[in-house]
């Protein structure tokens, strides 16, 4: 008679659970450091510098800032980010719990919720590998950002557009004080502009 087969990983297990006791020992690890990540990439400015190619320029004002990473700031945007995706989750397992407790709001309240919550997700609801590969994915995503590669964004096109001239054909440069200046027009914005929206989207 063969093994039951792990929804998550599909290698076989010795209980009756849906996903076995690895896969959840791996989602409990990724549901530990998932804040850790997000509470790092909110608090890294560098991160939400732009990364364009050379071919989008719209159409900006010199009193305009340059454009922030968008991707990054989506995983920073409690509509979009982590957060969206765990507080559905944690009110679609209390509402089969029949649990009346609001779910967290935060990023280590939902994630310890989930923690305490796998046990029985495990074992009952048929979904279980689905919710596991959420957290496998949100964890890729934050650490992709948080722990790759922290060399320079490549110089992005100069957004400004000059009265006569029209579109400034200059590059950005981020200055170690994290000050971005076009050196053909001098146009310069300070850092702290992509700070505060990153710091906006992440409350």
């Avoid at 076989?12 to 990540?37: F, G, M």
Wanted: glycine content about 4%.
């Amino acid at each position: 008679m063969s093994k039951p087969i792990c929804a998550f990983c599909h290698n076989s297990k010795d209980d009756d659970w849906v996903v076995c006791q690895n896969c959840q020992k791996a989602a409990v690890r990724r549901l530990h450091e998932i804040p850790k990540l997000h509470a790092a990439l909110a608090s890294d400015d560098w991160l939400k510098m732009p990364e364009r190619v050379e071919t989008e320029r719209p159409a900006r004002s010199a009193t305009r800032g340059a454009p922030a990473n968008l991707h990054v700031l989506a995983l920073l945007d409690k509509r979009t980010d982590v957060r969206a995706v765990f507080g559905s989750w944690i009110e679609e397992i209390h509402e089969r719990l029949e649990v009346q407790t609001r779910p967290p709001a935060d990023v280590r309240g939902q994630s310890d919720r989930l923690v305490q919550l796998l046990p029985w997700v495990a074992s009952n609801h048929p979904a279980a590998a689905d919710l596991l590969l959420e957290v496998k994915q949100q964890h890729e995503q934050l650490e992709r950002v948080v722990t790759g590669s922290r060399k320079p964004p490549k110089p992005v096109p100069c957004p400004v557009v000059l009265p006569e001239e029209g579109d400034c054909q200059g590059v950005l440069h981020l200055y170690k004080d994290g000050t971005v200046v076009c050196q053909q027009c001098g146009s310069t914005w300070p850092f702290d502009e992509w700070q505060r929206l990153g710091a906006l989207l992440a409350t």
